[in-house]
């Protein structure tokens, strides 16, 4: 690391450790706001949202799957400003933060179990909570650790490991309390780093119009693999269509790529943020609506410039990479051979020397180089080899010019991935290679600072999840200092289960991850949530039944429905032999549809039809919940 | 063709995105005045517990 890099880095860390002391030294949490009967700079708070809101999941994570997928993934930022900001602040924080306060529910759990007079409501949201929300706080793990390998030459497992470290000794000093300061400066830093990566890479690639063009011409760059589940190209949406029923591939799979795009990716994660419990908690800490409406201006242009720049210049990537890069490295070997397996769907391995013709024929062949300054004992890079790659040899001890010319997925193929790349590496390979390494640093920080914001309140919300929300209901006591020990302890779970997950959960992982945790959030809570708030028929056994069949249906989903996660977590196979239960006489675009496009549908369904078939909830109780004197018992 | 994009289910979400965001901004600073509640006594109460019983424990 250069003298620049480590003078940015320990001026970070001596920022954050200063606005935390200040935080410690005079009262500076949100709930300090409020006892005061102050607000919150409305800039301060919606900067602090957005840290939350937005992590390394969202800029390396779905930054990297804008790369395979393309601009349509702009959709995405769509939902998260009008429904994750401007639906959220304007519609459902005022209502949500007068029932908390009236109610005294200090997590969604509580919100939830006062709301319906339900402690069955309390523990079930708390143990979903805390069962799948390490998911999503791997995925923004990964997403940091992915970026800090490359930058600092180390390991991906050590950079998990570091990664891990330093999170949670934020955690530990302080970093839950959620020091308002702390998350506004992260936010503004995450600001100008994804400001200054806007602008690089349209002034690279000359203008915005230029860029975008750029990109549409590359429509025949696009990989076979890619092409077959209805890539047409960067700047265009996939093929829509639902495949024949029974009609096998390449018929079958032909759009399976819209709805990935459309049901996981856009609905599953734009969707699900409104059930996000450590965002839904927040609008309670805010003084009146006076300060949501003020915070909203500030959130929509925080949200754009996070969500829309990593999701453009994710895209525009493929253009930096095939028509511009170049590496300068020391190129070791220009024939490394590395195989995929026989049916050439694994992982892809080094070739022995002494390995069988069979294997040397099928195998693809690489590119070994080694970067300026690595020693001669760190681990080679790899580059895909195709006839249009250039190397220049350097004269002398000058070093080697490598040019690719690859697509961006392509780019990330390599030892230990398959032959589809991993899109998690996309945004940290362009940061370190278009632009210089200063910025690198930078937007280290940034991916650092969007990671340590979210989690902080993840593993606040997983903790209270056991503590407070499942503890104190079975322990009987009210708020003990056993519950302190129960709460810390989940929180320590929360981060080992994160990282043994991300140890060996790698690859194209993290948008899915979000992705399958936001959606179970939104199928399981955002019903009896939002009819919690509005509707004042609605009854307990209904929150129960429709938190119950949007939880069951998203598992089952998951489970024995989704060809990815049916495939990959292998149940499906150990019990019926088959990787997903979609009948063969079925259409295969089943196997793609986002578990939300059913549960969340269902889960309304019930919500309604259970409230109306039930007996209304006592009207004094009902009263009372929507701001009316608490009942006597 | 818009902005060099040449699909406008494309460039509608391109421009949309922008819209969404300046949606914000107006919203934000038409009601920048409205809304002002008094601070009632639940609410302070509420912020004292979140202070004592939940920020402490963590």
Redesign the interface.
């Given at each position: 690391m250069d003298l620049l890099s480590i003078i940015l880095v320990i001026v970070y860390l001596m920022a954050t450790g200063y606005l935390g002391y200040l935080g410690y030294k005079q009262t500076k949490t949100a709930a300090d706001y409020l006892v005061a009967g102050r607000s919150a700079n409305p800039i301060v708070m919606a900067l602090s949202y957005g840290a939350t809101f937005i992590s390394t999941s969202a800029i390396v994570g779905f930054g990297g799957t804008a790369a395979s997928l393309g601009m349509g993934v702009l959709w995405l930022t769509v939902l998260n400003i009008f429904v994750g900001i401007f639906i959220a602040f304007v519609f459902l924080g005022n209502p949500t933060r007068r029932m908390g306060h009236h109610l005294d529910a200090h997590t969604f759990p509580e919100l939830i179990a006062k709301r319906y007079d339900s402690r069955l409501l309390q523990v079930l949201c708390a143990l979903i909570i805390f069962c799948f929300m390490p998911l999503y706080a791997m995925a923004v793990m990964v997403g940091g650790a992915e970026f800090m390998a490359p930058i600092f030459h180390i390991s991906y497992d050590s950079a998990l490991y570091i990664f891990a470290l330093i999170v949670a000794a934020y955690v530990i000093a302080g970093g839950l309390k959620g020091v308002m300061l702390t998350d506004a400066m992260q936010g503004a830093i995450m600001l100008v780093g994804m400001a200054i990566l806007l602008v690089a890479t349209y002034g690279r690639l000359g203008g915005v119009t230029e860029a975008h063009a750029a990109l549409g011409a590359l429509k025949d760059q696009v990989p076979g693999f890619l092409k077959a589940i209805g890539h047409q190209g960067w700047t265009a949406m996939p093929k829509f269509g639902f495949a024949e029923p029974g009609l096998a591939p390449p018929g079958g799979v032909a759009y399976h790529m819209w709805w990935i795009l459309v049901s996981t990716i856009v609905m599953g994660v734009g969707i699900g943020v409104l059930a996000q419990p450590q965002l839904i908690v927040r609008f309670m800490t805010v003084k009146s609506k006076q300060s949501l409406n003020r915070a909203a201006a500030a959130g929509g242009i925080f949200i754009l410039f996070m969500t829309g720049v990593a999701f453009t210049v994710g895209a525009l990537s493929n253009v930096y990479f095939l028509q511009q890069e170049e590496i300068v490295c020391q190129v070791v070997d220009d024939a490394a051979l590395l195989d995929a397996g026989a049916d050439g769907k694994g992982k892809l391995a080094l070739v022995p020397a002494n390995a069988s013709d069979e294997i040397k024929a099928r195998a693809k062949r690489f590119v070994a180089y080694r970067l300026p300054g690595a020693s001669d004992d760190s681990p080679l890079n790899y580059v895909l080899w195709t006839d249009k790659m250039e190397i220049v040899q350097g004269e002398g001890d000058a070093p080697d010019t490598l040019k690719p010319r690859l697509i961006a997925v392509l780019r990330s193929v390599g030892p230990g991935t398959t032959l589809q790349g991993n899109t998690d590496t996309l945004i940290p390979a362009y940061v370190r290679s278009a632009l210089p390494h200063w910025f690198g640093v930078v937007f280290m920080l940034t991916l650092l600072s969007a990671a340590m914001s979210t989690m902080s309140s993840q593993f606040h919300t997983m903790g209270t999840a056991l503590g407070r929300d499942v503890f104190e209901q079975f322990a009987h006591h009210q708020h003990g200092s056993k519950s302190i020990h129960v709460t810390r302890f989940a929180i320590i779970v929360g981060i080992v289960v994160a990282l043994v997950l991300g140890k060996y959960v790698r690859g194209n992982i993290i948008a899915l991850a979000t992705a399958i945790f936001m959606g179970l959030c939104a199928s399981s809570f955002l019903p009896m949530f939002v009819f919690g708030l509005f509707w004042k028929r609605m009854t307990k056994p209904a929150a129960v039944a429709s938190l119950l069949v949007g939880f069951l249906t998203s598992g089952f989903w998951l489970l024995f429905v989704n060809g990815k996660t049916a495939g990959g977590l292998g149940l499906c196979q150990a019990w019926f032999g088959k990787p997903n239960l979609v009948p063969a006489d079925w259409s295969l675009t089943w196997t793609v549809v986002d578990p939300i496009v059913v549960a969340l549908p269902l889960s309304i369904l019930t919500a309604v039809v259970v409230a109306l078939a039930t007996k209304p909830m006592d009207k004094a109780y009902v009263d009372y919940v929507y701001g009316g004197p608490k009942p006597q018992a | 063709?818009v902005?060099?994009?040449?699909?406008p289910?494309?460039w509608l979400?391109?421009v949309?995105?922008?819209a969404?965001?300046?949606?914000?901004?107006v919203?934000?600073?038409v009601?920048?005045?409205?809304?002002?509640?008094p601070?009632?006594k639940?609410?302070?109460?509420?912020?004292?517990?979140?202070?004592t019983?939940?920020?402490d424990?963590?």
């Open positions: - | 063709m902005l060099g994009i040449e699909s289910a494309v979400a391109y949309l995105s922008l969404s965001a300046v949606l914000c901004v919203y934000g600073i009601h920048w005045n409205k809304g002002e509640e601070v009632k639940e609410d302070v109460d509420w912020a004292k517990e979140e202070k019983e939940v920020e424990a963590l």
